[in-house]
DNA sequence: ATAGAGATTGCCT
DNA sequence: GGCAATCTCTATA
């Protein structure tokens, strides 16, 4: 039966546009989706991926629709939704959100450490089926975008790591909700 | 075995 | 602007 979220079996690249205005849903607490950034397959420098399976990352090589979930810098705890066929690893990097309801006032959900913090994100929350209704962390259709995104590199790469690379995708209508953006300063 | 870097953030000067 | 916090993985021995 087709799902909303098919999409997901796709590239990270091609996924990444459509996952912008999504909802993502966390007990009671629910945010929409407005920037992510695209990590491709072993050959993706930047990518955790790019040396193979370790026990970290080996929901990656996993179905698309399942969480990856992983301690950034020993603290912070950073949420990637799974897309690609199984075997080939690709992951969407959740880095900003809106939040639509069950947010305490002020919440900054802007940068995937702070939006993990917001969202009680931890190690318990990897390897799940975000597209299973029942699943405490899911996804939720939205309301598409009905511009295309806004496009530019990805943060925090090391020089060589994929820095100069295309893949942050923002949601067209909510760029101030963004991280690092505009881009330049 | 040990050292250093990393998909970040907040506090200090 | 500088840097500490603190876990996982990679490189070197």
Redesign the pocket.
Same mark, same amino acid.
């Given at each position: 039966m087709a799902h909303f979220f098919d999409f997901l079996r796709q590239p990270p690249l091609s996924a990444a546009p459509q996952i912008l205005g999504a909802h993502l849903v966390h007990g009671e607490l629910i945010c929409r989706i407005v920037e992510v950034?695209a990590?491709c397959s072993a050959d993706d420098p %930047?990518?955790?991926?790019?040396?193979?399976p370790?026990? =970290?990352?080996?929901v990656?090589f996993g179905r698309h629709g399942l969480s990856?979930v992983?301690?950034?810098?020993?603290?912070?705890w950073?949420?990637?939704i799974v897309v690609d066929e199984p075997g080939t690893p690709g992951?969407?990097?959740i880095?900003?959100a809106e939040p639509l309801r069950g947010f305490p006032p002020h919440v900054?959900l802007?940068?995937? %450490?702070?939006?993990?913090?917001a969202l009680a994100i931890n =190690?318990e929350h990897n390897a799940l089926d975000l597209l299973h209704p029942e699943s405490p962390l899911r996804l939720e259709p939205g309301t598409p975008p009905s511009q295309p995104p806004l496009i530019t590199t990805?943060?925090?790469?090391?020089?060589?790591?994929g820095e100069d690379l295309p893949y942050r995708f923002i949601h067209p209508d909510r760029a101030h909700l963004a991280?690092?953006w505009p881009p330049k300063g």
């Open positions: 950034e990590y %930047g990518s955790h991926a790019h040396r193979g370790t026990p =970290r990352n080996q990656m990856y992983y301690l950034n810098y020993g603290i912070h950073l949420l990637n992951a969407l990097l880095r900003a900054s802007k940068g995937p %450490g702070r939006l993990g913090k =190690r990805r943060i925090g790469l090391a020089p060589g790591k991280s690092h």
